[in-house]
């Protein structure tokens, strides 16, 4: 995402002093997860006020209690001078997060029952912080944001030759992609390309769609998410001059469009193919509340990589994929006054059902390059309208953490794979990524490609 460094026009006195309070009081406040002393419980409250008393100087949307379901048009939004602001307070968070980490060679996932995770540079989820680190330094101009951000991304130097699954473009996209884009280094596109190669070894021309897993019970799967790898290939196709890579993208998206999509809007996790014949044996879901439901974060994917793929080649049933899948989520009867979606658009137990600040922060950022891609004038009005409520929700103390609690992530209240009853209700590295680039998003307009 091409966006510069974002300036503020808020009352940048007010903010400062918040921010400082806050920093002074998270210094003693540790970061280790314990029983909290009389004197930290006395600064609880004190911590939550001043993140109140930040929310106050920069965003001022009233957001509806969380268990509230839709109801009549809610006026909340986040506007674009509270970008700046906003980002220097996940700055300061993300800061003592980064000051945990006692190398870079492992990357912070969540937080499970009071203990940081750090994965290996195979896991899905290793692009993330790295990238999260890229974007700090282009939203401050930093320099110790892209010391930061080199550090851990050459960690996954490795990667260009990974096959094992198919998030190389998470992995590699997140962490080298923003490398190249904000400060490039040599070698840089030389990974990025063999990247993109070895994710095309997982293609299959008989099926038509690259592999999401070797695993499970599936003869073939390919999940939504995958949508999510292909523009490693067009980059990689236009850099190397190799159309075969773009050729496999955009017959990946023909696929998705073709299986995971229903002509509601609405989209399916997996679908299982016959991986001789290329025939649908299965439609279901690994993540979501049933086989017909549809998972909030992987419509969230769904929008996000066919609004990309058609950034990426300007191939109109793309964008019309997009504008459907946005539709879906806009107007959904299930979609909270708040409008950070439950868990599932289908999920049981609803208005108590878990809410997916990831799937929020994700769709914010997919609607707001939507909205500067579509011709359709009314729907990037209330695709904008959308992103700006989610993120101002997301910017608020129901999400955004306090100084120094929260484990050193941003935001709180995600849902990872809850009918395995893994990561419910925890921070994740992806939903602060796509917060940032939400917001960056929000603070310049995008337009890319």
Do not use: K
């Amino acid at each position: 995402m091409d966006v510069p460094v974002v300036r503020s026009r808020v009352d940048a006195a007010r903010v400062r002093s918040v921010l400082d309070a806050a920093r002074v009081l998270s210094l003693d406040s540790g970061m280790a997860p314990r029983r909290p002393s009389p004197a930290g419980a006395s600064r609880r409250p004190v911590l939550h006020a001043v993140l109140g008393a930040l929310a106050a100087a920069v965003a001022p949307p009233t957001v509806a209690r969380p268990g509230a379901t839709r109801g009549p048009a809610v006026q909340i939004g986040l506007p674009p001078d509270a970008v700046a602001p906003t980002l220097r307070a996940v700055a300061a968070q993300v800061a003592t997060l980064l000051a945990r980490l006692p190398d870079a060679e492992r990357m912070p996932r969540t937080i499970e029952r009071g203990t940081l995770v750090r994965v290996a540079r195979e896991d899905w989820t290793s692009g993330f912080f790295p990238g999260l680190l890229w974007l700090l330094h282009e939203a401050t101009g930093e320099p110790a944001w892209r010391d930061a951000a080199r550090r851990f991304t050459r960690t996954l130097e490795p990667l260009r030759h990974f096959r094992d699954h198919h998030d190389t473009g998470f992995m590699l996209g997140c962490s080298y992609g923003n490398a190249l884009r904000l400060a490039e280094a040599p070698g840089d596109r030389a990974v990025l390309v063999d990247g993109a190669r070895a994710l095309a070894t997982r293609f299959d021309p008989r099926v038509g769609l690259i592999r999401s897993w070797d695993h499970g019970r599936w003869a073939y799967p390919v999940i939504i998410d995958n949508l999510m790898n292909l523009e490693l290939l067009t980059w990689a196709s236009r850099e190397s001059g190799d159309p075969g890579l773009l050729g496999i993208a955009v017959r990946h998206a023909d696929g998705t469009l073709a299986h995971h999509c229903r002509p509601d809007g609405g989209s399916f996790h997996l679908v299982d193919f016959d991986p001789a014949s290329g025939a649908v044996r299965a439609r279901g879901t690994v993540q979501g509340a049933a086989d017909r439901s549809t998972w909030a974060r992987g419509q969230a994917w769904g929008l996000y990589g066919f609004t990309a793929m058609y950034r990426e080649t300007r191939h109109a049933r793309y964008l019309q994929q997009a504008e459907r899948m946005a539709r879906f989520v806009i107007d959904h009867p299930r979609l909270p006054v708040d409008r950070v979606p439950f868990w599932d658009y289908d999920a049981p137990g609803v208005p108590l059902a878990p809410r997916d600040a990831s799937a929020a922060a994700i769709t914010a950022s997919a609607l707001l390059e939507l909205a500067s891609l579509t011709a359709d004038a009314a729907l990037a009005a209330r695709a904008r309208a959308l992103a700006a409520a989610q993120l101002a929700t997301l910017s608020s103390p129901a999400y955004f953490a306090a100084p120094g609690e929260n484990g050193g992530f941003v935001l709180r209240h995600s849902v990872g794979a809850l009918p395995h009853g893994a990561e419910i209700d925890v921070p994740l590295v992806y939903a602060d990524y796509y917060f940032v680039e939400a917001m960056l998003r929000l603070g310049r307009g995008v337009r890319r490609g």
